[in-house]
């Protein structure tokens, strides 16, 4: 995450949400606090996923169940309250079974930390392949490639 330059470019995210910081998401030291930066992630992540039932009528009408299967963060600089946050959100990759959400926090116009997040596709007896109408509706929504790599 860190060593991929797209991932601290906002333009690189089909979706971004901006969330009001809260007095109680400071650390002691008046900077955002980690498990705070989490739940920003978090947060993004829910109303990417809403925003797509609103704007996919094939993904929305999908009965699927998703788990939490890993989420590592990188943490870049320091936030501040009470400047809002900006969430950017878009699909990482796309596995058989699972696929990986790629977020950043913007501030201010920096960013200050990034977000991996897979999301196994369970069935009954555990992992199951992804349905074809969501594996087509996450690849609509790819991080954007960098400028240079556009161009070629």
Known sequence: MR??????????????ATLEMRYGDMDVWRHLN?????????????????????????????????MVAHTAIDYLAEGHYPHPITVGVGIA?????????????????????????????????????LPAVVRETLARYLLAPLPEERAG
Not at 3 to 16: E, G, I, L, M, Q
Not at 94 to 112: D, H, P
């Open 3 to 16: 060593k991929d330059p797209r991932r601290r470019d906002s333009a690189a995210y089909p979706f971004a």
């Open 34 to 66: 980690n498990v705070a930066a989490a739940r920003f992630y978090e947060e993004g992540r829910i109303r990417f996923m809403d925003d797509l039932r609103k704007r996919e009528p094939d993904y929305a009408k999908q009965r699927f169940r998703l």
């Open 93 to 129: 990759g796309i596995g058989n079974s699972s696929y990986r959400v790629g977020e950043a926090l913007f501030q201010q116009g920096r960013c200050i930390g990034l977000a991996d997040v897979v999301l196994a596709h369970v069935g009954e007896d555990g992992p199951a392949p």
